[in-house]
Nanobody, 129 residues
């Protein structure tokens, strides 16, 4: 499974953007996908996830301004971010799980992939104040 993110860039605070994650390869058994982000000097944190059935999951700290969706016909997942803040500046990574799911814990979710966990290369989002 190959994942390619796009849509990042430099945006002003208060603006919006939509990230895309295009999948290719052996995508038939993908059971869930999602987005993580990593800000400079911080640990990677989950933003949102979405199951193959369309159920969405958000970390408690990410609820309200983030919307995850997927277009199965296009094999693409999206992350819409509204009311961007400078603290949203980070590299955003998409991931895909085969044969597993998203496990809830500690106000967030964690990918659990029995068949495989795949990552994109990341896309930089920079929010200026």
């Amino acid at each position: 499974v190959q994942l390619v993110e796009s849509g990042g860039g430099l945006v002003q605070a208060g603006g919006s953007l939509t990230l895309s994650c295009a999948t290719s390869g052996s995508t038939v058994n993908i059971s869930a996908m999602g987005w993580y982000r990593q800000a400079p000097g911080k640990q990677r944190e989950l933003v949102a996830g979405i199951t193959s059935g369309g159920s969405t999951k958000y970390a408690d700290s990410m609820k309200g301004r983030f919307t995850v969706s997927r277009d199965n016909a296009k094999n693409t997942m999206y992350l819409q971010v509204n009311s961007l803040k400078p603290e949203d500046t980070a590299v955003y990574y998409c991931f895909a799980i085969q044969g597993g799911g998203l496990i809830q814990g500690g106000g967030s979710y964690f990918p659990s992939g029995g068949g495989g966990l795949y990552w994109g290369q990341g896309t930089q989002v920079t929010v200026s104040s």
